[in-house]
């Protein structure tokens, strides 16, 4: 079946500009993570939906980054007044949101602030 | 905040080889897991762990689930080519904080 889906694969874009990010979870998985990884790190978690409401959003860096998941499927990473420091891969990742189930990534954006 | 310290960073083995590498945290996990990550892909996880002391195999690797609830090793014997990726250990509550990785190179 299909696994997690991330679009764009690949963004480039200007300093300060707006983009958005999308994710596609598998099919049934009620749990949605979003996390950020940079070059030679672990990913770094943003933020997880459990549904439609986002559980825990405490790894958001600051205001200019913010997700939602309005019918508890598709997700979108918005980052507004991009700088060059959010360049990074952005991970979506799916679960069915019981205890211990596991997480299935996508194959992640990878942001290029220019 | 919650940290993860894996080691070594990187390591350069022969093909056949047996590995071994490790994670500590600052605090107690519940869950602990081993993720494997290839160039342009997301991590993939290889093992969960579940209850302190526990010990889980998966063909060829092998991790434990430390007692004190915070620490982990993974091992992987008889190295073959395909291993060649970056390791992630990771503790998990509600969300999941992953190390910054061990990254496996095999000599030719």
């Known amino acids: 079946g299909a696994g997690v889906s991330q679009t764009p694969s690949n963004k480039v874009t200007e300093k300060g500009k707006y983009v958005e990010l999308r994710c596609d979870p598998i099919s049934g998985h009620t749990a949605l993570y979003w996390y950020r990884q940079s070059l030679g790190q672990g990913p770094e978690f943003l933020i997880y939906f459990q549904g439609t409401g986002a559980a825990d959003d405490s790894g958001l860096p600051n205001d200019r980054f913010f997700a939602v998941r309005p019918e508890g499927s598709v997700s979108t990473l918005k980052i507004q007044r991009t700088e060059r420091g959010d360049s990074a891969v952005y991970l979506c990742?799916?679960?069915?949101?019981?205890?211990?189930?596991?997480?299935?990534f996508g194959n992640g954006t990878r942001l290029t602030v220019t | 905040g919650q940290q993860l310290n894996q080691s070594p960073q990187s390591m350069f083995i022969q093909e056949g080889e047996d590995v071994s590498m490790n994670c500590t945290s600052s605090?107690?996990?519940?869950?602990w897991l081993w993720y494997k990550q290839d160039p342009g892909e997301g991590p993939v996880l290889l093992i969960a762990?579940?209850?302190?002391?526990e010990l889980t195999s998966n063909g060829r690797l092998t991790a434990q689930f430390g007692i004190t609830r915070k620490d982990s090793f993974l091992n992987i014997s008889a190295s073959i080519p395909s291993d060649v990726g970056i390791y992630f250990c990771?503790?998990?509550?509600?969300?999941?904080?992953f190390g910054k990785g061990t990254r496996l190179h095999i000599l030719p």
């Open positions: 762990l579940y209850k302190a002391g």
């Open positions: 990742a799916s679960s069915l949101g019981t205890a211990n189930s596991p997480l299935h």
């Open positions: 990771a503790g998990q509550e509600d969300k999941i904080i």
């Open positions: 605090s107690i996990f519940n869950t």
